[in-house]
């Protein structure tokens, strides 16, 4: 019973941690970050698809983190692992998923995150494809922006941002799981300057 559930919770991974779970793939990486990881659903799928990895979601709740570890432990997924920004660590690939759009400081985020990459390591920024603007003002209140996103990204706003810290390898957009319009997601990895 537990394999069948297993099986489900891979089939319904979201296409975009599908991204960042082909990218720490196809370079190889023993140990892939999803920063900003919440209830740890991506961490969960990406796991069970790819055993040999080491997957590990940080977050900033410590309450979150803990409830993840104990289901992590209850399913018996071991190389699902979760831990807070200061026990990190470092990664072959460090995935920032649905995590940008949502602050108002987004050079900020993508600094903590960068400092997770092992040296030639890969970050991999997932947004909501839509037409907002890369950065609101920083006194903007959190909840004021279009469905709460504060700083959404288009792929090109997106790609203008990250060229700036790095080498960009690889841009994608990948449809949304809804046929609304601006559901599609902005997929680009890049190398960050060490």
Not at 45 to 69: K, L
Request: a negative charge; aromatic letters at 6%; hydrophobic letters at 40%.
């Amino acid at each position: 019973q537990m394999e069948d559930a297993s099986a489900r919770m891979a089939a319904g991974m979201p296409p975009r941690a599908r991204y960042w779970l082909t990218v720490s793939l196809l370079s190889s990486a023993r140990r892939s970050i999803e920063w900003g990881t919440g209830c740890g659903l991506n961490v969960f799928h990406a796991a069970i698809q790819a055993p040999s990895v080491e997957w590990v979601g940080v977050d900033i709740s410590a309450g979150q983190i803990a409830a993840n570890r104990e289901q992590a432990t209850r399913i018996g997924q071991s190389n699902a692992i979760f831990m807070t920004p200061d026990e990190a660590g470092q990664a072959d690939v460090v995935g920032v998923l649905d995590v940008l759009e949502h602050t108002a400081y987004p050079q900020e985020l993508l600094d903590a995150a960068e400092r997770c990459v092992v040296p030639g390591g890969i970050v991999s920024v997932v947004v909501p494809n839509g037409p907002w603007a890369v950065q609101a003002p920083k006194h903007q209140p959190i909840g004021t922006g279009v469905g709460d996103h504060i700083a959404v990204q288009s792929i090109g706003t997106l790609l203008q941002l990250l060229s700036e810290r790095g080498t960009v390898i690889d841009t994608q957009i990948y449809s949304g799981s809804f046929p609304v319009e601006g559901n599609s997601s902005a997929c680009i990895s890049y190398r960050p300057r060490q």
